[in-house]
T-cell receptor, first 114, second 114 residues
Framework: GDSVTQMEGPVTLSEEAFLTINCTYTATGYPSLFWYVQYPGEGLQLLLKATKADDKGSNKGFEATYRKETTSFHLEKGSVQVSDSAVYFC?????????????FGTGTRLTIIP | NAGVTQTPKFRILKIGQSMTLQCTQDMNHNYMYWYRQDPGMGLKLIYYSVGAGITDKGEVPNGYNVSRSTTEDFPLRLELAAPSQTSVYFCASITEGPNTGELFFGEGSRLTVL
């Protein structure tokens, strides 16, 4: 079945450091891929998405490229800020015969220290 | 725009009590979901619905029930609360179509069973 494997956390970085959070997936078809972010005390919200191979999703300085050959969708940011401290979830969405399936990774907690 | 609204935000239950978590969305989405998020863990799907009158089990449905009498509302019922149901519950709805798939989450309901 479908699955999403995320880099285990927690991850602690200094402000302005480079961030990579790894995400790989298994799926039977051609899923859409997402990164969601959860700030403390809030629900999840969409950070970025990519719907087909080689697409790059970007938002708020974060980027992720849909790599079909490596089944990956790694999240990157060139210079993190304290306000980026949150939990990040990789997810995939697949539609088979009209049935929609969403699968989430376990989340990676990111803490940025000043 | 209200989006997805969940109530209550916090609740403490005694073992064996019952309660209903309310979820309402005003975006006319057909697909709605209930997830639970245990401390340090990812999201697990409890139940989902693809439209009014249609519901189906997710990964962890035991101890819960749902109904979907209208497009807007998707309540989750706990019949006999158990300590294992202590968790944060998120309701979500999704845009439809092959290239969308953004989940909109409520702010969450933190439930403690003592």
């Amino acid at each position: 079945g479908d699955s999403v494997t995320q880099m285990e956390g927690p991850v602690t970085l200094s402000e302005e450091a480079f961030l990579t959070i790894n995400c790989t997936y298994t799926a039977t078809g051609y899923p859409s891929l997402f990164w969601y972010v959860q700030y403390p005390g809030e629900g999840l919200q969409l950070l970025l998405k990519a719907t087909k191979a080689d697409d790059k999703g970007s938002n708020k300085g974060f980027e992720a490229t849909y790599r079909k050959e490596t089944t990956s969708f790694h999240l990157e940011k060139g210079s993190v800020q304290v306000s980026d401290s949150a939990v990040y979830f990789c997810a995939l969405r697949e539609i088979n015969f009209g049935n929609e399936k969403l699968t989430f990774g376990t989340g990676t907690r990111l803490t940025i220290i000043p | 725009n209200a989006g997805v609204t969940q109530t209550p935000k916090f609740r403490i239950l005694k073992i064996g009590q019952s309660m209903t978590l309310q979820c309402t969305q005003d975006m006319n989405h057909n697909y709605m979901y209930w997830y639970r998020q245990d401390p340090g863990m990812g999201l697990k799907l409890i139940y989902y619905s693809v439209g009014a009158g249609i519901t189906d089990k997710g990964e962890v449905p035991n101890g819960y029930n749902v109904s979907r009498s209208t497009t807007e509302d998707f309540p989750l019922r706990l019949e006999l609360a158990a300590p294992s149901q202590t968790s944060v519950y998120f309701c979500a709805s999704i845009t439809e179509g092959p290239n969308t798939g953004e989940l909109f989450f409520g702010e969450g309901s933190r439930l403690t069973v003592l």
